[in-house]
């Protein structure tokens, strides 16, 4: 299969879809409104900027998309066929920002739940119920993908197949 989008198109594509808010993440949004959930976004000052930050219950959403946050094993997430060791690099240092930033939002003592794009996609609003369900119980982490959900591991081994950069 040819790479139908160059790689300066999909770079425009993804920053562009990176530095605003993404459907997926209004749609998490508009789901936590209706069930009544108070949030603010984006805190500057938090690690990683949290998408979403419910103080009242002491937690933040990461609403991740799959291929910026490279979401290993994803249908979303698949390897630009082009510059590929470029990006390999580049998405390989995304993720370990990812998991920095949310090993820090837990010691400093917020409950962290990262929703992935490919569980929006799926079912938002199967989605949003999880999530929910999560915020009114006491589990320190939540993740959520397109196939399964479960407390987050983030001392996964997630970056092995990256040793050799
Ligand atoms: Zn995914």
């Given at each position: 299969?040819?790479?139908?989008?160059?790689?300066?198109?999909?770079?425009?594509?993804m920053s562009r879809?990176?530095g605003g808010?993404?459907?997926?993440?209004?749609?998490?949004?508009?789901?936590?409104?209706?069930?009544g959930?108070?949030y603010?976004?984006h805190?500057?000052?938090?690690?990683?900027?949290?998408?979403?930050?419910?103080p009242?219950?002491?937690?933040?959403?990461?609403?991740?998309?799959?291929?910026?946050?490279?979401?290993?094993?994803?249908?979303?997430?698949?390897?630009?066929?082009?510059r590929?060791?470029f990006?390999?690099?580049?998405?390989a240092?995304n993720?370990?920002?990812?998991?920095?930033?949310?090993?820090?939002?837990?010691?400093?003592?917020?409950?962290?739940?990262?929703?992935?794009?490919?569980?929006?996609?799926?079912?938002s609003?199967?989605?949003?119920?999880k999530?929910?369900?999560?915020?009114?119980?006491?589990?320190?982490?939540?993740?959520?993908?397109?196939?399964?959900?479960?407390?987050l591991n983030?001392?996964?081994?997630?970056?092995?197949?990256?040793?050799?950069?």
């Amino acid at each position: 299969m040819v790479d139908v989008m160059d790689a300066a198109k999909r770079s425009a594509l993804m920053s562009r879809i990176r530095g605003g808010d993404t459907a997926p993440e209004l749609l998490i949004r508009k789901g936590l409104w209706h069930a009544g959930f108070r949030y603010t976004l984006h805190a500057a000052k938090l690690p990683g900027k949290p998408d979403i930050v419910l103080p009242r219950w002491n937690a933040v959403v990461f609403v991740h998309g799959c291929f910026w946050h490279r979401h290993s094993g994803c249908a979303y997430f698949r390897l630009p066929k082009t510059r590929t060791a470029f990006w390999d690099v580049k998405l390989a240092q995304n993720q370990a920002r990812d998991r920095a930033n949310i090993a820090a939002m837990e010691s400093l003592g917020w409950r962290v739940a990262v929703v992935w794009e490919c569980a929006v996609r799926t079912n938002s609003q199967v989605a949003v119920k999880k999530l929910v369900r999560w915020l009114q119980r006491t589990e320190t982490t939540l993740e959520l993908t397109g196939t399964s959900s479960g407390p987050l591991n983030v001392n996964r081994r997630i970056l092995v197949r990256n040793s050799s950069y």
